[in-house]
């Protein structure tokens, strides 16, 4: 991608993302994976989730986690696997 096309790229890119992004230290060409199964992570999930038009205070790296489609589908925004997901997302914020 030439530098300017990467920082169009990165001015549309959704604020929760770049936090998610800086956090982990990963850039756009990652190969970020899944929180839930290993696979190629397509979504920035919020485990609490912030609702149709929601406050912006729920972002923060704690409750920001990188999933696939099919385990967000799955796991996403549903409240039987809030815990779950967050015990996951903790496990991999203490292996920095």
């Known amino acids: 991608m030439c530098p300017i096309g990467f920082w169009i790229a990165y ?3 959704k604020n929760y ?4 992004f800086k956090h982990f ?3 756009m060409e990652d190969f970020i994976p899944c929180e839930g199964c ?3 992570a ?3 999930h919020h485990i609490d989730c912030r ?3 929601g406050s912006k205070d729920k972002d923060r790296i704690e409750n920001l986690m990188g999933l696939c489609r099919k385990c967000h589908v799955e ?3 549903k409240k039987d696997f809030t815990v779950y997901l967050k015990d996951i997302h903790y496990k991999k914020m203490k292996q920095l």
């Open 11 to 13: 001015l549309k890119m």
């Open 17 to 20: 993302t770049k936090i998610y």
């Open 25 to 27: 230290g990963y850039v």
């Open 38 to 40: 290993g696979d190629r």
């Open 42 to 44: 397509v979504d920035i």
């Open 51 to 53: 609702g149709m038009g």
């Open 75 to 77: 796991f996403g925004d």
